[in-house]
């Protein structure tokens, strides 16, 4: 049995130490002792630290709470190194430059997003329920609003493809060692002929969403902002242009098409994928 560490009381006069009641919190707002509603409580997310008990700790068990203080920072220290295991967040499909809103509801991810939060790197994958994607998109947070019940949602978006090499789990959630991924440039006649489809496809792609219905690209606007400027110079990203992940955002595809031209790692092979696919949905469209 671990000393407390960051003792908080509740209001039905119970002390617990902060992770400890957060994590049982996560499942039911009740107090895991008393089971009296802490709903209020959960809601204000006023977890003030118990002094007296602090200082009952601090003084006759010095050593031990300085062991239980090493602890923590091993543990928080292990967490955010993202070199060695990333929290993959199995749900939906994101794209590098594009907003990702999530709604966050289950305890593993509720767990999994406020560490992300406390280590500071606020980031996180994402893959695609596929049985646990081989690739997927990093995300990076940009705020988190708290419901009263415990329930959070999550404005992210995304910075960077990765591929997984091994899964993990840790504490109910996916992990998995990721290599990033980028895009290989090229030079000479090749990097001439990339500029051209580049700008190419970019007009396509320009004309298709002009030539949709008001309704629809409001709809899209509102949800995925305007279609991005064609880049000036396409190998400047190591992703890639970001009207290209908007574009594969919004188009009606299915999320196995997503998931292939997310995994390429040459604009160029991107650039035929996205020309085919806008083709195919300028044709099909009733006249």
């Not at 329920?129 to 995300?139: K, P, V, Y």
């Not at 400047?236 to 594969?248: D, S």
Request: aromatic share 10%; glycine share 4%; charged share 25%.
């Amino acid at each position: 049995m671990r000393l407390f560490y960051e003792p908080v009381t509740t209001p039905c006069g119970h002390t617990f130490c902060l992770k400890c009641l957060e994590r049982c919190l996560d499942h039911n707002p009740n107090c895991p002792l008393c089971k009296e509603n802490l709903s209020e409580y959960l809601a204000t997310r006023a977890y003030n630290k118990t002094l007296l008990m602090e200082e009952l700790l601090q003084r006759y068990f010095c050593d031990e709470l300085a062991e239980r203080q090493k602890v923590h920072e091993e543990e928080m220290k292990e967490l955010s190194n993202l070199n060695q295991e990333v929290p993959i967040f199995v749900c939906t499909m994101a794209f590098p430059t594009i907003p990702c809103p999530l709604h966050v509801f289950e305890p593993r991810y509720r767990l999994m997003i406020r560490r992300s939060m406390e280590t500071g790197t606020k980031q996180f994958g994402m893959c695609v329920i596929n049985r646990f994607a081989d690739h997927g998109c990093m995300l990076e947070v940009r705020d988190v609003k708290f419901f009263p019940d415990g329930r959070s949602v999550v404005d992210t978006i995304g910075i960077a493809c990765f591929k997984v090499l091994s899964h993990g789990q840790r504490d109910g959630y996916h992990t998995a060692k990721i290599e990033y991924l980028e895009d290989k440039k090229v030079e000479g006649e090749e990097l001439t002929e990339l500029l051209k489809l580049h700008d190419s496809v970019y007009d396509q792609a320009l004309g298709w969403f002009t030539s949709l219905k008001d309704d629809m690209k409001n709809q899209i606007i509102s949800h995925f902002g305007q279609l991005p400027v064609k880049d000036s110079d396409p190998q400047g990203n190591p992703n890639g242009p970001a009207w290209c992940w908007w574009l594969l955002a919004v188009l009606p595809l299915e999320n196995k098409a997503q998931l292939t031209i997310l995994a390429m790692n040459a604009l160029k092979d991107r650039l035929v994928a996205i020309r085919r696919v806008l083709i195919f949905v300028t044709r099909k469209r009733p006249r």
